[in-house]
C-alpha cells in the first residue's frame, strides 16, 4: 500500500477549474505544509468538489465535461504530477480515458469481465505489485501506463457496479501517500464514482425521455398517413430512428397463404443481390405448420417464430445472410382484432462513436409499442381506400367539429378594469386549440389556453375532457386559495401556487386516462386577481405567454418554471422529470398579455420562414396602445400577411389580456 509518514508540502492553488495542474506549479509550491495549510486545502477541494456536483445535478454539464476538473482537483489536493481519469462503458467493454495529465488522447482499453470482478474486490491496486489476475489488463494498458507513469490505480465503483478508475502518477516530494491522504483519496474516489452514476443516470433519464417524446411525436404522423406504402416506408423509418439501429425492414402477413412477404426495407437495396441490376429481390416466408420456429438456427426461424407465436425475437449476428447478417430483433405488428398484420424489424444498434451494441429490453418495449401504433398506421391506411371507412370517417369529423364549436366561447366576458380578446382558427374542419376566460367563485378569473396534439375525433374528444376537468376542478374552488390573502404588495400565496399544482396534476392523471399513448396537452392556466393585479401562472409545457409593459419592455410567463405537457405521463413519473410550478406576476395599467399556440410562431410563408417568437414580441409592442380586440386583429393581421400564399400550418389561436 503506498502509505507514508510525515512530510511537508505546500498548499497548491487550484482556483481555476479549466486547467490542470503542472508539475512546474506542484514544484514551484514546495514549502512546509502546516496543519492549517493542510486544513484549508481539504476545504477548498471539498468545496469545488460540491460546486460540481451541483453543476451535475442542475443539468448544465454532464461527467464527461467535468472529468477534467475532477482530475485537477485529485491531483491537486493529494500533490500528484500525473494521473488520468477513465470510465467504463459496459457496451463496448472498455474504459476510456476522459481526462489525463499530461493531455493526450489514448484509445480505449478493452476489459474483460473476468477484470471486472478482480476490480471490484480491490480499493487500491499498486503498480508494483500487480493482482496475478489482472496482469494481461495492464499488459494490454501498457502504453498508456508508461505515457502517464501510473503508479497507483483506485477502482471507481459503487456497491456491485465497476464505473472505472483513477491512475495516479508519481507523489511531488515523496515515494507515497501518507495514511490520511489514502482516506482522502477514498472519498475523493467515492464522489467521482457517484458523479459518472449520477451523470450515467441523467444520460439514461434523457435518452428515454428524447425517446418517449419522439414516440409521442412520430405515432400521430404515422397514423394520419391515409397511403399505404408511405405508411410502411414511415413505420420502417421512424423505427429504425427511435431504435438507433441501421436497417429496418416491415413485412405483411398473407393469412390465406401464411406467408411473410417483404414490404418495405431501409435501405432500400437491403435485400438486394448486387450482381442483379433488376431491382431488389422479393423475400417470401411460409410460416404453416411445417414451417420451422426454432430462434436458434436462422433469422429466417426467428421471424417464423415472431408471426407464429406473436412475441418478439432476436437472431444475433452469423453466418445467415439475410439483411446481410445483421443483429437483429423483430416485434409482431397487431391488428384490431388481435390477429398479426406483419413484423417490424430493426437491426444494428449503433451508438455513439458507431459500434454496435445489443439491443436492451428497454428496446424491446419501446419498439413493441411502436409497432402497436405502426399496426394502427397500416390498418388506417388500408381502410381509408375504401368507400365506407371514408364516408365515416367525414361523418366523424363533422362530430368533432359540433364538439368543437363547444369548447371556444362565443363572446369572452366582460373583466372589471381589464379588456380580453380571443381569436381561434382551425387549420382544418377539426382543430386541437383551446381558450377561455371563466368566472371564479371568489370573484376573480381563470384564463387558459391548450393545444393538443394531432388533430380530428380524438383531439376533440381529448379538449373536450380537459375543459370539463378544469371546469370541475375549478366549480369546486381549485386555484381560489390565497383570495383574501396578504395586502396588495404581497405576492407571496403559497397556498394558491399548491392548488394550481395539485389541479395540474389532477388533470395530467384524467388526460392519461383519457387518451391514448400518442395523445397529450399543452395547457398554461392563469389566476387573475382584479383587486391585487396579480397574474398567477402555472405552464404545462405550452408556448410561454408574452408580457409586454407599457413601457415596451417584456418577458415571457412560464419560460423558466412550468412542467410537462397534460396525459403525457403518469403522475408517478412527473417528478422524476420535470414538477409542475406556478409564479406570480403584477399587471399594471397599459400592460398587454398575449397568450398563443405554436400555430402562430411556426406560422411559415412561402420563403419557408418561420414567424418566430421574435416576431411576435416587435408585433406585440407596435400595437400595445391599442384595446385587447384591436391587438388581437392587428397579430392576426400580421400572421396572415406574412404567410401571405402559403399553406396554414396549424391551429391558430390568440387570447390578449389587457389591463386598463
Same mark, same amino acid.
Given at each position: 500500500m ?6 511537508t508540502?505546500?498548499v497548491v ?10 508539475e =512546474?506549479?506542484?514544484? %514551484?509550491?514546495?514549502?512546509p505544509?502546516?496543519?492549517e ?5 481539504l476545504?477548498f477541494?471539498?468545496?469545488?468538489l ?6 451535475l445535478?442542475?443539468?448544465h ?7 477534467k476538473?475532477y482530475?485537477?482537483i485529485?491531483?491537486?489536493?493529494l ?7 477513465l ?11 476522459v481526462?489525463?495529465?499530461?493531455d ?6 478493452v476489459v ?28 494490454r494498458?501498457?502504453k498508456?501506463?508508461k ?26 516530494g515523496?515515494?507515497?501517500?501518507e495514511?490520511?491522504?489514502?482516506e ?5 474516489a ?16 434523457q435518452s ?5 417524446f419522439?414516440?409521442?411525436?412520430s ?10 406504402e408511405?405508411a410502411?416506408e414511415q ?5 429504425v430512428s427511435?431504435l438507433?439501429?441501421?436497417v ?15 414490404h418495405?426495407t431501409f435501405?432500400?437495396? !437491403? !435485400?438486394k443481390?448486387?450482381?442483379d ?6 423475400l417470401i416466408?411460409p410460416y404453416?405448420?411445417?414451417a ?14 415472431v408471426?407464429?407465436?406473436?412475441l ?5 449476428p452469423?453466418a ?8 437483429l430483433?423483430a416485434?409482431?405488428?397487431?391488428g384490431r ?7 417490424l ?8 462513436g458507431?459500434s454496435? %451494441?445489443?439491443?436492451?429490453d428497454?428496446?424491446v418495449?419501446?419498439l ?26 367525414q361523418a366523424?369529423?363533422e ?21 380580453v380578446a380571443?381569436h ?12 377561455d376566460?371563466i368566472s371564479?367563485p371568489?370573484?376573480h ?15 376533440a ?6 375543459? %370539463? ?8 374552488g381549485?386555484?381560489?386559495?390565497? %383570495? ?5 404588495? =404581497? ?6 401556487y399548491?392548488? !394550481? ?14 387518451g ?22 402555472l ?17 415571457w410567463l ?5 412542467g ?8 408517478d413519473?412527473v417528478?422524476?422529470i420535470?414538477d ?8 399594471t395599467?397599459?400592460?398587454v ?5 405554436d400555430?402562430?410562431?411556426?406560422t411559415?410563408?412561402?420563403?419557408d ?9 416587435e ?10 380586440e384591436g391587438?388581437?386583429?392587428?397579430l392576426?393581421?400580421a ?11 396549424d ?6 389580456l389587457?389591463k386598463?
Amino acid at each position: 500500500m503506498f502509505l507514508k509518514k510525515h512530510t511537508t508540502l505546500d498548499v497548491v492553488s487550484i482556483t481555476d477549474p479549466s486547467k490542470p495542474m503542472s508539475e =512546474d506549479d506542484l514544484q %514551484a509550491h514546495q514549502t512546509p505544509n502546516t496543519a492549517e495549510q493542510t486544513m484549508e486545502r481539504l476545504i477548498f477541494s471539498l468545496s469545488e468538489l460540491e460546486h460540481l456536483g451541483q453543476t451535475l445535478i442542475s443539468g448544465h454539464s454532464n461527467f464527461n465535461h467535468s472529468s477534467k476538473t475532477y482530475l485537477r482537483i485529485t491531483l491537486g489536493t493529494l500533490q500528484v504530477t500525473r494521473g488520468a481519469i477513465l470510465r467504463y462503458h459496459p457496451t463496448r467493454q472498455n474504459l476510456e480515458v476522459v481526462a489525463s495529465s499530461p493531455d493526450e488522447v489514448f484509445s480505449p482499453i478493452v476489459v474483460e469481465p473476468s477484470d471486472i470482478e478482480s476490480f471490484l474486490q480491490h480499493s487500491f491496486i499498486e503498480s508494483a505489485s500487480l493482482p496475478e489476475d489482472l496482469k494481461q489488463f495492464f499488459a494490454r494498458a501498457a502504453k498508456f501506463i508508461k505515457t502517464v507513469d501510473i503508479r497507483l490505480w483506485v477502482p471507481l465503483k459503487i456497491q456491485d457496479e465497476f464505473l472505472g478508475m483513477i491512475g495516479l502518477g508519481s507523489f511531488l516530494g515523496r515515494e507515497a501517500l501518507e495514511a490520511w491522504e489514502m482516506e482522502l483519496l477514498t472519498t475523493l474516489a467515492h464522489q467521482i464514482s457517484i458523479a459518472i452514476a449520477y451523470s450515467q443516470m441523467v444520460d439514461g433519464v434523457q435518452s428515454e425521455k428524447f425517446r418517449l417524446f419522439m414516440l409521442a411525436e412520430s405515432a400521430p404522423q404515422i397514423c394520419q398517413l391515409l397511403q399505404p406504402e408511405a405508411a410502411a416506408e414511415q413505420v420502417v423509418h421512424q423505427a429504425v430512428s427511435l431504435l438507433d439501429a441501421n436497417v429496418g425492414a416491415l413485412m405483411l402477413t398473407h393469412p390465406e397463404r401464411q406467408e411473410l412477404e417483404m414490404h418495405y426495407t431501409f435501405p432500400e437495396t !437491403l !435485400l438486394k443481390d448486387p450482381t442483379d441490376d433488376s431491382g431488389p429481390n422479393t423475400l417470401i416466408i411460409p410460416y404453416g405448420e411445417e414451417a420451422s420456429v426454432s430462434l436458434e438456427a436462422t433469422s429466417i426461424d426467428m421471424l417464423r417464430y415472431v408471426v407464429k407465436e406473436g412475441l418478439p425475437g432476436h437472431c444475433p449476428p452469423n453466418a445467415d445472410t439475410l439483411f446481410g447478417g445483421k443483429n437483429l430483433m423483430a416485434v409482431p405488428i397487431p391488428g384490431r382484432d388481435g390477429d398479426i398484420l406483419g413484423i417490424l424489424v430493426v437491426g444494428d444498434k449503433e451508438e455513439r462513436g458507431g459500434s454496435i %451494441a445489443p439491443f436492451t429490453d428497454e428496446d424491446v418495449i419501446l419498439l413493441d409499442s411502436f409497432a402497436k401504433q405502426g399496426g394502427v398506421a397500416i390498418e388506417n391506411a388500408h381502410l381509408h381506400q375504401e368507400a365506407l371507412e371514408a364516408r365515416q370517417l367525414q361523418a366523424e369529423m363533422e362530430e368533432a367539429r359540433k364538439i368543437q364549436e363547444h369548447l371556444i366561447p362565443e363572446r369572452l366576458p366582460d373583466i372589471p378594469g381589464y379588456q380580453v380578446a380571443g381569436h381561434y382558427e382551425p387549420r382544418g374542419p377539426v382543430g386541437g386549440d383551446y381558450y377561455d376566460c371563466i368566472s371564479l367563485p371568489t370573484g376573480h378569473w381563470g384564463l387558459a389556453i391548450a393545444d393538443v396534439s394531432g388533430k380530428g375525433m380524438q383531439a376533440a374528444l381529448l379538449m373536450a375532457t380537459l375543459r %370539463a376537468g378544469l371546469l370541475s376542478e375549478l366549480s369546486r374552488g381549485k386555484g381560489s386559495a390565497g %383570495a383574501d390573502s396578504g395586502g396588495p404588495n =404581497d405576492l407571496n400565496v403559497p397556498a394558491l401556487y399548491a392548488e !394550481l399544482t395539485d389541479m395540474a396534476l389532477t388533470l395530467n392523471s384524467l388526460l392519461y386516462a383519457s387518451g391514448t399513448e400518442e395523445k397529450y396537452a399543452t395547457f398554461f392556466y392563469s389566476h387573475l386577481n382584479p383587486d391585487t393585479d396579480i397574474l398567477t401562472t402555472l405552464n404545462a409545457g405550452h408556448n410561454p405567454p408574452l408580457l409586454v409593459r407599457k413601457d415596451g419592455t417584456y418577458k415571457w410567463l412560464g419560460e423558466e418554471v412550468g412542467g410537462l405537457p397534460l396525459g403525457m405521463f403518469p403522475n408517478d413519473m412527473v417528478p422524476n422529470i420535470a414538477d409542475y410550478e406556478a409564479e406570480n406576476v403584477r399587471l399594471t395599467s397599459g400592460d398587454v398579455v398575449v397568450y398563443y399556440t405554436d400555430g402562430v410562431t411556426e406560422t411559415v410563408n412561402v420563403e419557408d420562414e418561420y414567424y418566430e417568437e421574435d416576431r411576435l414580441v416587435e408585433d406585440s409592442k407596435a400595437c400595445k396602445d391599442s384595446d385587447a380586440e384591436g391587438i388581437r386583429e392587428y397579430l392576426h393581421d400580421a400572421v396572415m400577411g406574412f404567410q401571405g400564399e402559403a399553406d396554414q400550418f396549424d391551429d391558430l389561436t390568440l387570447l390578449i389580456l389587457r389591463k386598463q
